[in-house]
């Protein structure tokens, strides 16, 4: 038996990535809510949440300190 998944994704507001966003929005099961998130950019459910980073700003958070404080 095959149980369907319906997931609720919050997307912080100042998240730009317009092509995940356009896949997302292409999901039947996923519920979008684009909110301000405190922490994070992504919070999949109550249990997920997700710091999305391109190389430059890993590079600098590792540089400055910021990473494991981020995690």
């Known amino acids: 038996m095959i149980t369907k998944c319906m997931f609720t994704i919050k997307i912080d507001n100042r998240e730009s990535n317009e092509i995940l966003l356009g896949v997302l929005r292409k999901e039947k099961d ?19 949440l997700v710091e ?5 700003d890993f590079s600098a958070s590792i540089k400055d300190g910021r990473l494991f404080n981020q995690a």
């Open 52 to 56: 999305r980073k391109t190389i430059t």
């Open 30 to 48: 996923v519920t979008i809510h684009i909110c301000r998130l405190p922490v994070g950019d992504y919070q999949i459910g109550d249990d997920l």
